[in-house]
Protein backbone atom coordinates (compact mmCIF):
# COMPACT_ATOMS: atom_id res chain seq x y z
CA UNK A 1 0.00 0.00 0.00
CA UNK A 2 1.31 3.46 -0.88
CA UNK A 3 -0.13 5.83 1.86
CA UNK A 4 1.53 9.18 0.73
CA UNK A 5 0.34 8.63 -2.86
CA UNK A 6 -2.72 7.70 -1.42
CA UNK A 7 -2.89 10.59 0.78
CA UNK A 8 -1.96 13.14 -1.60
CA UNK A 9 -4.04 11.48 -4.56
CA UNK A 10 -7.16 11.84 -1.94
CA UNK A 11 -6.50 14.95 -0.84
CA UNK A 12 -5.63 16.45 -4.65
CA UNK A 13 -9.08 14.93 -5.76
CA UNK A 14 -11.16 16.71 -2.97
CA UNK A 15 -9.81 19.58 -3.28
CA UNK A 16 -10.68 19.57 -7.17
CA UNK A 17 -14.32 18.66 -6.39
CA UNK A 18 -16.87 21.48 -6.97
CA UNK A 19 -19.48 21.48 -4.34
CA UNK A 20 -22.19 21.88 -7.06
CA UNK A 21 -20.84 18.60 -8.50
CA UNK A 22 -22.08 16.57 -5.71
CA UNK A 23 -25.26 18.80 -4.46
CA UNK A 24 -23.77 20.74 -2.09
CA UNK A 25 -24.25 24.47 -2.21
CA UNK A 26 -20.82 26.68 -2.62
CA UNK A 27 -20.96 28.75 0.65
CA UNK A 28 -19.04 31.75 0.62
CA UNK A 29 -17.33 30.48 4.34
CA UNK A 30 -14.51 28.04 2.62
CA UNK A 31 -10.89 28.78 3.27
CA UNK A 32 -10.18 26.08 0.56
CA UNK A 33 -11.60 25.16 -2.97
CA UNK A 34 -13.31 21.81 -2.88
CA UNK A 35 -14.58 20.02 -0.67
CA UNK A 36 -14.23 19.61 3.30
CA UNK A 37 -12.98 16.57 4.77
CA UNK A 38 -16.33 16.13 7.04
CA UNK A 39 -18.20 16.32 3.49
CA UNK A 40 -16.41 13.70 1.80
CA UNK A 41 -16.35 11.30 5.01
CA UNK A 42 -20.37 12.28 4.65
CA UNK A 43 -20.50 10.96 1.33
CA UNK A 44 -18.78 8.38 1.44
CA UNK A 45 -20.62 7.11 4.70
CA UNK A 46 -17.42 6.68 7.08
CA UNK A 47 -16.31 8.91 9.96
CA UNK A 48 -14.67 12.16 9.53
CA UNK A 49 -11.42 10.82 12.20
CA UNK A 50 -10.89 7.89 9.50
CA UNK A 51 -10.95 9.72 6.25
CA UNK A 52 -8.46 12.58 7.95
CA UNK A 53 -6.17 9.28 8.50
CA UNK A 54 -6.25 8.11 5.10
CA UNK A 55 -5.50 11.50 3.81
CA UNK A 56 -2.10 12.07 6.15
CA UNK A 57 -1.26 8.44 5.61
CA UNK A 58 -1.74 7.40 9.19
CA UNK A 59 -5.05 5.24 8.15
CA UNK A 60 -5.03 1.12 7.63
CA UNK A 61 -5.44 -0.28 4.69
CA UNK A 62 -8.71 0.40 3.10
CA UNK A 63 -11.13 -2.23 1.79
CA UNK A 64 -12.45 -2.63 -1.43
CA UNK A 65 -16.13 -1.12 0.16
CA UNK A 66 -14.55 1.47 1.73
CA UNK A 67 -11.94 2.40 -1.91
CA UNK A 68 -15.54 1.57 -3.76
CA UNK A 69 -17.17 4.04 -1.39
CA UNK A 70 -14.89 6.89 -1.65
CA UNK A 71 -14.27 6.58 -5.83
CA UNK A 72 -18.55 7.49 -5.87
CA UNK A 73 -18.26 10.26 -2.81
CA UNK A 74 -15.20 11.76 -4.75
CA UNK A 75 -17.10 11.74 -8.56
CA UNK A 76 -13.89 9.64 -9.56
CA UNK A 77 -13.64 8.35 -13.71
CA UNK A 78 -13.26 4.45 -14.13
CA UNK A 79 -9.46 5.17 -14.95
CA UNK A 80 -9.09 6.98 -11.52
CA UNK A 81 -10.75 4.28 -9.86
CA UNK A 82 -9.05 1.71 -11.11
CA UNK A 83 -5.11 4.00 -9.60
CA UNK A 84 -7.09 4.16 -6.01
CA UNK A 85 -7.48 0.70 -5.68
CA UNK A 86 -3.87 0.41 -7.22
CA UNK A 87 -2.29 2.81 -4.58
CA UNK A 88 -4.31 1.01 -1.81
CA UNK A 89 -2.45 -2.45 -2.62
CA UNK A 90 -6.43 -3.94 -3.90
CA UNK A 91 -7.66 -5.31 -6.82
CA UNK A 92 -10.06 -3.09 -8.40
CA UNK A 93 -13.41 -4.66 -9.62
CA UNK A 94 -15.49 -3.74 -12.02
CA UNK A 95 -17.85 -1.00 -11.38
CA UNK A 96 -21.52 -2.33 -11.06
CA UNK A 97 -23.30 -6.05 -9.97
CA UNK A 98 -24.04 -6.98 -13.33
CA UNK A 99 -21.82 -8.11 -16.07
CA UNK A 100 -21.81 -5.03 -18.79
CA UNK A 101 -23.83 -5.97 -22.07
CA UNK A 102 -24.09 -2.99 -24.37
CA UNK A 103 -21.53 -1.59 -26.10
CA UNK A 104 -20.06 1.66 -26.67
CA UNK A 105 -20.58 3.76 -29.45
CA UNK A 106 -16.59 4.16 -30.18
CA UNK A 107 -15.95 0.46 -29.47
CA UNK A 108 -18.74 -0.34 -32.66
CA UNK A 109 -17.13 2.02 -34.34
CA UNK A 110 -13.72 0.96 -34.27
CA UNK A 111 -15.34 -2.69 -35.57
CA UNK A 112 -16.83 -0.59 -39.08
CA UNK A 113 -13.21 1.28 -39.67
CA UNK A 114 -11.51 -2.43 -39.57
CA UNK A 115 -12.97 -3.61 -43.08
CA UNK A 116 -9.94 -6.10 -43.45
CA UNK A 117 -10.15 -7.96 -40.18
CA UNK A 118 -13.10 -9.79 -38.29
CA UNK A 119 -13.91 -8.73 -35.11
CA UNK A 120 -15.81 -9.64 -32.50
CA UNK A 121 -16.91 -7.67 -28.58
CA UNK A 122 -17.88 -9.87 -25.75
CA UNK A 123 -18.57 -9.58 -22.29
CA UNK A 124 -17.30 -10.73 -18.66
CA UNK A 125 -19.52 -13.97 -19.21
CA UNK A 126 -18.30 -13.98 -23.30
CA UNK A 127 -21.80 -12.84 -24.85
CA UNK A 128 -21.26 -11.84 -27.90
CA UNK A 129 -22.42 -8.30 -27.81
CA UNK A 130 -20.96 -6.90 -31.49
CA UNK A 131 -19.17 -7.90 -34.91
CA UNK A 132 -18.53 -6.66 -38.00
CA UNK A 133 -19.76 -8.07 -41.35
CA UNK A 134 -16.37 -10.26 -41.91
CA UNK A 135 -16.21 -12.12 -38.57
CA UNK A 136 -19.83 -13.17 -39.67
CA UNK A 137 -18.64 -14.59 -42.75
CA UNK A 138 -15.57 -16.07 -41.44
CA UNK A 139 -17.07 -17.75 -38.15
CA UNK A 140 -20.57 -18.68 -39.43
CA UNK A 141 -23.62 -17.20 -40.93
CA UNK A 142 -25.52 -17.59 -37.49
CA UNK A 143 -23.02 -15.78 -35.63
CA UNK A 144 -25.04 -13.56 -32.97
CA UNK A 145 -28.35 -14.97 -34.03
CA UNK A 146 -30.54 -17.89 -31.70
CA UNK A 147 -27.37 -18.15 -29.60
CA UNK A 148 -25.00 -15.49 -28.57
CA UNK A 149 -23.32 -16.80 -25.70
CA UNK A 150 -19.85 -18.36 -26.87
CA UNK A 151 -19.43 -20.20 -23.84
CA UNK A 152 -22.87 -21.91 -24.65
CA UNK A 153 -21.65 -22.65 -28.47
CA UNK A 154 -18.02 -24.29 -26.92
CA UNK A 155 -19.39 -26.98 -24.47
CA UNK A 156 -22.84 -27.32 -25.56
CA UNK A 157 -23.12 -27.04 -29.34
CA UNK A 158 -25.73 -24.51 -29.52
CA UNK A 159 -24.73 -22.88 -32.74
CA UNK A 160 -23.10 -23.51 -35.30
CA UNK A 161 -18.83 -23.67 -35.33
CA UNK A 162 -16.67 -24.19 -37.81
CA UNK A 163 -13.44 -26.19 -36.24
CA UNK A 164 -10.25 -25.11 -35.40
CA UNK A 165 -7.57 -25.79 -33.18
CA UNK A 166 -6.92 -25.50 -29.78
CA UNK A 167 -10.08 -26.39 -28.58
CA UNK A 168 -8.85 -27.72 -24.94
CA UNK A 169 -6.97 -24.58 -24.47
CA UNK A 170 -10.22 -22.65 -25.81
CA UNK A 171 -11.73 -24.52 -23.23
CA UNK A 172 -9.42 -23.00 -20.67
CA UNK A 173 -9.86 -19.33 -21.52
CA UNK A 174 -13.56 -19.68 -21.44
CA UNK A 175 -13.71 -21.36 -18.38
CA UNK A 176 -10.93 -19.16 -16.81
CA UNK A 177 -12.87 -15.73 -17.79
CA UNK A 178 -16.08 -17.22 -16.92
CA UNK A 179 -14.50 -18.36 -13.00
CA UNK A 180 -12.96 -14.53 -13.05
CA UNK A 181 -16.77 -13.07 -13.95
CA UNK A 182 -18.34 -15.06 -10.89
CA UNK A 183 -15.92 -13.61 -8.63
CA UNK A 184 -16.82 -9.88 -9.52
CA UNK A 185 -20.77 -10.64 -10.73
CA UNK A 186 -21.92 -13.22 -7.57
CA UNK A 187 -25.27 -11.31 -7.94
CA UNK A 188 -26.01 -11.06 -11.86
CA UNK A 189 -28.46 -13.60 -12.63
CA UNK A 190 -28.08 -14.16 -16.00
CA UNK A 191 -25.01 -15.37 -15.09
CA UNK A 192 -25.56 -17.64 -12.30
CA UNK A 193 -27.83 -18.92 -15.18
CA UNK A 194 -25.43 -19.43 -17.72
CA UNK A 195 -23.30 -21.64 -15.24
CA UNK A 196 -26.07 -23.77 -14.17
CA UNK A 197 -26.41 -24.70 -17.69
CA UNK A 198 -23.27 -25.43 -18.59
CA UNK A 199 -22.77 -27.35 -15.34
CA UNK A 200 -25.80 -29.78 -15.89
CA UNK A 201 -24.92 -29.79 -19.54
CA UNK A 202 -21.05 -30.49 -19.89
CA UNK A 203 -19.14 -32.84 -18.20
CA UNK A 204 -16.11 -30.93 -19.98
CA UNK A 205 -16.83 -28.18 -18.27
CA UNK A 206 -17.04 -29.73 -14.64
CA UNK A 207 -13.73 -30.92 -15.07
CA UNK A 208 -12.16 -27.91 -16.31
CA UNK A 209 -13.85 -25.56 -13.60
CA UNK A 210 -12.65 -27.89 -10.48
CA UNK A 211 -8.96 -27.46 -12.27
CA UNK A 212 -9.33 -23.65 -11.39
CA UNK A 213 -7.17 -22.11 -14.81
CA UNK A 214 -6.12 -18.98 -14.84
CA UNK A 215 -5.45 -17.09 -18.36
CA UNK A 216 -4.60 -13.82 -19.33
CA UNK A 217 -5.87 -12.28 -22.48
CA UNK A 218 -3.52 -12.35 -25.06
CA UNK A 219 -1.99 -13.41 -28.55
CA UNK A 220 -3.15 -16.09 -30.05
CA UNK A 221 -2.84 -18.60 -33.08
CA UNK A 222 -5.50 -20.72 -34.58
CA UNK A 223 -6.20 -22.89 -37.37
CA UNK A 224 -9.76 -22.80 -38.97
CA UNK A 225 -11.15 -25.07 -41.27
CA UNK A 226 -13.65 -22.95 -43.04
CA UNK A 227 -16.21 -24.68 -45.53
CA UNK A 228 -15.22 -22.63 -48.09
CA UNK A 229 -12.02 -20.83 -48.00
CA UNK A 230 -10.38 -24.36 -46.69
CA UNK A 231 -7.53 -24.26 -44.02
CA UNK A 232 -7.03 -21.12 -42.72
CA UNK A 233 -4.11 -19.91 -40.20
CA UNK A 234 -5.04 -16.87 -38.05
CA UNK A 235 -3.88 -14.81 -35.69
CA UNK A 236 -6.20 -13.48 -32.63
CA UNK A 237 -5.62 -10.76 -30.33
CA UNK A 238 -7.19 -9.59 -27.85
CA UNK A 239 -8.38 -5.55 -26.77
CA UNK A 240 -9.63 -4.89 -23.43
CA UNK A 241 -12.37 -2.48 -22.46
CA UNK A 242 -11.74 -1.93 -18.74
CA UNK A 243 -14.38 0.32 -17.75
CA UNK A 244 -17.24 -2.17 -19.11
CA UNK A 245 -14.63 -5.59 -18.56
CA UNK A 246 -15.40 -6.54 -22.05
CA UNK A 247 -12.36 -7.71 -24.51
CA UNK A 248 -12.40 -6.88 -28.45
CA UNK A 249 -10.90 -10.14 -30.75
CA UNK A 250 -9.43 -9.19 -33.50
CA UNK A 251 -8.51 -11.66 -36.14
CA UNK A 252 -6.15 -11.74 -38.82
CA UNK A 253 -3.58 -13.89 -40.95
CA UNK A 254 -0.01 -13.06 -41.71
CA UNK A 255 0.78 -10.52 -44.41
CA UNK A 256 1.45 -12.10 -47.85
CA UNK A 257 0.11 -15.97 -46.60
CA UNK A 258 -2.46 -17.62 -48.40
CA UNK A 259 -5.11 -17.21 -45.60
CA UNK A 260 -4.58 -13.60 -45.64
CA UNK A 261 -5.45 -13.52 -49.65
CA UNK A 262 -8.38 -16.14 -48.99
CA UNK A 263 -9.41 -13.30 -45.94
CA UNK A 264 -9.36 -10.37 -48.24
CA UNK A 265 -11.36 -12.33 -50.90
CA UNK A 266 -14.07 -12.80 -48.21
CA UNK A 267 -13.43 -9.75 -46.95
CA UNK A 268 -14.55 -7.78 -50.48
CA UNK A 269 -17.63 -9.92 -50.25
CA UNK A 270 -18.53 -8.31 -46.71
Known sequence: MARQELARFL??????????????????DRRTPGLRREEVAELAHMSVDYYVRLEQARGPRPSPRVLDA????LRLAPAERSHLFRLAGSAAPPPG???VRRVRPHVTGLLER???TAAIVTDAAYGLVAWNPLAQLLFGGDLGQDTTNLARRRFLGQGRMYRTSGAEESGHIVVARLRRAAER????????????????GSEEFRRIWAAHPVHAPGHRGKVLDHPELGRLRLNCDVLLVPEDDQEVVLVTADPGSVSARRIAELAARA
Open 11 to 28: RERRTGLRPQTVGLPPGT
Open 70 to 73: LAQA
Open 97 to 99: TTA
Open 114 to 116: LPG
Open 185 to 200: YPHDPELARLLGELRE
